[in-house]
Nanobody, 114 residues
Framework: QVQLVESGGGLVQPGESLRLSCAAS????????MGWYRQALGEDRDMVAI???????NYADSVKGRFTISRDNAWNMVYLDMSSLNPEDTTVYYC????????WGQGTQVTVSS
C-alpha cells in the first residue's frame, strides 16, 4: 500500500505560479506511475499530468507548456509546478498513484482569482 499527502494549494492571481507537492509513503518500490488529476464540482476527474517509472510523461492539452510534473528518484515526492495560471485552472487537485492498486490523495484546492 502507498499513502499520499498533498500540499501547496492556495489562492493566486492570474498569471502567477504555484507548486503542488505530494508526499508518498509505504511500498514505494511498487509504484508504476504517479500524477495529478483535477476535478471541478459535478464534473469528472481529469488527468492533468502523469509520470511513469520509465520516465515517460503525459500532460493534458490544456496545461501543456504551463505545468511541469517531476519526482525524486525514490518516489518520495512528486511535484506539479504550475505557471501562467488562469481562472479556468481553479478546482481541486488530487495526487494519484498507480502501484498494486490505485491510490488518491485527499485533494488540495487551487483558486486563481484577481
Amino acid at each position: 500500500q502507498v499513502q499520499l499527502v498533498e500540499s501547496g494549494g492556495g489562492l493566486v492571481q492570474p498569471g502567477e505560479s504555484l507548486r503542488l507537492s505530494c508526499a508518498a509513503s509505504g511500498r514505494l518500490f511498487t509504484i508504476y506511475a504517479m500524477g495529478w488529476y483535477r476535478q471541478a464540482l459535478g464534473e469528472d476527474r481529469d488527468m492533468v499530468a502523469i509520470i511513469r517509472r520509465d520516465g515517460s510523461i503525459n500532460y493534458a492539452d490544456s496545461v501543456k507548456g504551463r505545468f511541469t510534473i517531476s519526482r525524486d528518484n525514490a518516489w518520495n515526492m512528486v511535484y506539479l509546478d504550475m505557471s501562467s495560471l488562469n481562472p479556468e485552472d481553479t478546482t481541486v487537485y488530487y495526487c494519484y498513484c498507480y502501484s498494486t492498486t490505485e491510490t488518491w490523495g485527499q485533494g488540495t484546492q487551487v483558486t486563481v482569482s484577481s
